[in-house]
């Protein structure tokens, strides 16, 4: 499966425990002390995923329903261009795509639109962007990034729950929309 991941590739070892998020070697027990320097750990719980708004959109997200999530260790910060290259330099990972493949819509104004779209791929100007998140990547290309790094994806779920917390929040700072402080996008 190829799904496009344009956003950030975010890498992590395989779980640990449960509870909310706290800094390497903070958690009881010391458990936090096996995540790597670069990574936090992120004690599980549980939390609803899933909508039970009906749009069309989100009819594959339906019903919600709670989940468990065991702790686990997370990258500290999104894998940077310079940091996929280097697997693409020893062989390990294609190249990450300097433009975006995927067409959006109508095709005749998605070839119009696509100069445009594809200055948005970090990958496409690694030297003023090496220290950028990875984007225009598959989801093949961050599994194999991943395997490279001696990491894993992480699950939806988990994904999620480092993103929202439990407490079913909309944004990973709260319920307020993006602005300056918070969003990155165009």
Not at 7 to 13: F, G, L, R
Not at 72 to 93: I, W
Not at 125 to 148: F, K, L, M
Request: glycine residues 10%.
């Amino acid at each position: 499966e190829t799904d496009p991941v344009s956003s950030q590739v975010s890498a992590q070892n395989e779980g640990q425990t449960s509870g909310q998020m706290a800094a390497s070697g903070e958690t009881t027990g010391g458990l936090a002390a096996a995540c790597p320097d670069d990574m936090i750990f992120v004690e599980g719980g549980k939390m609803f995923i899933g909508t039970d708004k009906d749009h069309p959109a989100l009819k594959s997200a339906q019903p919600a329903h709670k989940v468990e999530v065991e702790g686990y260790c997370l990258d500290r910060h999104e894998v940077t261009v310079d940091d996929f290259l280097a697997c693409s330099k020893v062989g390990e990972c294609r190249r990450p795509y300097t433009e975006p493949w995927w067409p959006h819509g109508d095709e005749k104004k998605w070839t119009k639109e696509l100069p445009a779209y594809a200055q948005l791929c970090n990958g496409s100007d690694p030297e003023a962007r090496g220290d950028h998140p990875i984007n225009c990547v598959t989801w093949s290309q961050a599994v194999d990034y991943c395997e490279w790094a001696d990491k894993r994806l992480p699950s939806e779920a988990q994904w999620e729950f480092a993103a929202r917390g439990s407490d079913g929040r909309i944004y990973p700072w709260g319920d307020e929309a993006p602005n300056s402080e918070h969003g990155n996008s165009c």
